[in-house]
């Protein structure tokens, strides 16, 4: 069964500094991985995937993720992170099947 | 301008009043699905449907019903509400054609059974 796993609840960075939202993973097979970005009162909105190729995959608003097979992890990454990031982030794997499993999520929050 | 709309937005019940949450999509996509968000506990699915009249279990389906009459509408149904339903629903739509391609949410519909 394929799984997700999101270990920090929390990600408190200082507005400038790089940010990092950790996800690993377990999939039988090929794994194809997603970062959404939640907003308050909003619905999930996709960032990136990864689907094969280019470990490093970039995405909206700066962010970009970097796919590790050995590792089975797909950490979300930013070089400069802004006040307007603080959300909730959720790393989703999905097999050759249609289902996405879901992590918890992670609380980013960017201190000005 | 391609969406996922749900309706109500925010509900408040009773345990026991049967209710429906509408579910919507304009992009012609084959594949939708039920989440529920809960804290901690992320997004579970409570079912999907991989088009018109084809309907499956998620993680969580128990209490809830479903039905793809139209490609378009998946409603979501719970006949007896409980309090343990009280959650944040999303439904969400692909394009089934690239077996890879993301999901697209709606605005999310606000539970609350009394």
């Known amino acids: 069964a394929q799984s997700v796993a999101q270990p920090e609840d929390q990600v408190n960075v200082a507005e400038g500094n790089p940010l990092t939202v950790k996800c690993t993973y377990s999939v039988s097979g090929n794994p194809y991985l997603f970062w959404y970005v939640q907003y308050p009162n909003r619905g999930l909105q996709f960032l990136l995937k990864?689907?094969?190729?280019?470990?490093l995959v970039k995405g909206s608003y700066g962010f970009e993720a970097e796919f590790n097979k050995s590792q089975t992890s797909f950490h979300l990454k930013k070089p400069s992170a802004l006040v307007s990031d603080s959300a909730l982030y959720f790393c989703?794997?999905?097999?050759?099947?249609?289902?996405?499993?879901f992590g918890p999520g992670t609380r980013l929050s960017v201190l000005p | 301008e391609a969406q996922v709309t749900q309706n109500p937005r925010y509900l408040i019940t009773v345990t026991g009043k049967k209710l429906t949450v509408t579910c919507s999509q304009n992009m012609n996509h084959e594949y939708m699905s039920w989440y529920r968000q809960d804290p901690g506990l992320g997004l579970r699915q409570i079912y999907y449907?991989?088009?018109?009249?084809?309907?499956d279990k998620g993680d969580v389906p128990e209490g809830y019903k479903v039905s793809r009459k139209e490609k378009r509408n998946f409603p979501l149904i719970l006949e007896s509400p409980s309090p343990n339903q009280t959650s944040l629903y999303f439904c969400?739509?692909?394009?089934?054609?690239?077996?890879?391609?993301?999901?697209?949410f709606g605005p999310g519909t606000r539970l609350t059974v009394l």
């Open positions: 990864y689907i094969t190729g280019d470990n």
């Open positions: 989703a794997v999905k097999d050759y099947g249609q289902n996405f499993v």
């Open positions: 969400a739509s692909n394009d089934r054609q690239e077996h890879y391609n993301e999901q697209f």
């Open positions: 449907s991989m088009n018109v009249e084809v309907t």
